[in-house]
């Protein structure tokens, strides 16, 4: 729960600042926030995954400190608004994401921006990989799920480096979900019995895929991934740092440890969370938590009572 409150805070902080255009002011408002939180929980934190340099971050930066020190010692992931442009713009799928392991054991993209990831439920594990392409993935996979290819939904971001893949998918008789961005949420959905996706694919954020795998261990899924550097200057850094692009990163590489935690709150109204929404006197949120060591998945519906948000300077609910 003290996981939650720090989702909680930079959820309802980033709300007056959905569809202003301003996803900077945003992401300001919600790393404030989750901050604050993070230094009260016990336990001995490290940032593996930050705002980092992409992000040019005065807090929440790779390898800060954070918790009381006291407690398990452990590897934070943050991203206090997984889709600062859909908050900025007011559009749907904006979460604000913490992800734990134990100390050690999450793989730390030094310098690696993106990479390729497949993501999938339980029936993927042993059947799709990268190193198939796509239109034999959803054949093999529809096989496995008892379904025709034409039901088979691949959510992928809409960018232009996806054409290909997007008309790959089309032509293997596949349907796509776009995703303007939030490909954290797009991973989950996919690994998600009850989600109408099943297959999220391509080039994203490593960072969001070091998140998206402590989710994908809670939830017995499948992932994979592959770095996939976008410009010249990130393929230069991502060499130097010693990384293998050939190298397929399965899901204990991407975070060892069977005790995972992850917890999102909806910033903005999704396919996985409701967004914050004012009720009167009150402030309502969503969260989920998932935790890979007893395989839970938990919603937590919470009524914040607006006063204690809106008096200047406050940032406890």
Known sequence: ??????????????????????KNAADGAAVD????????????????????????????????????????SADIAVDPIDGTSLTAAGRQNALSVIAVADRGTMYDPIDAFYMDKLVAGPEAIGVISLDQSIGDNIRELARAKGKDVGEIVVAVLDRPRHAELIEEIRSAGAGTRLMRDGDVAGGINAARWESRIDICAGAGGTPEGVITACAIKALGGFMEGRLSPQSDEEHRKVVAAGHDLDRVLGLDDLVASDNTYFVATG???????????????????????????????????????????????????
């Open 267 to 317: 910033v903005t109204d999704g396919q996985l969370l409701d967004g914050v929404r004012r009720k009167g006197p009150l402030i309502r949120t969503e969260s989920l938590v998932l935790r890979s060591k007893t395989g839970t998945a938990r919603r937590v519906i919470a009524e914040h009572r607006a006063e204690k948000w809106l008096e200047p300077g406050s940032s406890r609910g």
């Open 33 to 72: 926030a989750m901050r604050t939180f993070l230094s009260t929980v016990a336990f001995d934190g490290v940032i593996v995954i930050g705002e980092g340099e992409k992000d040019e971050a005065p807090m929440l930066f790779n390898g800060e400190h954070v918790g009381n020190g006291r407690g398990p």
């Open 1 to 22: 729960m003290e996981l939650v409150r720090a989702t909680e805070a930079a959820a309802i902080r980033a709300v007056p600042f959905i569809g202003r255009g301003d």
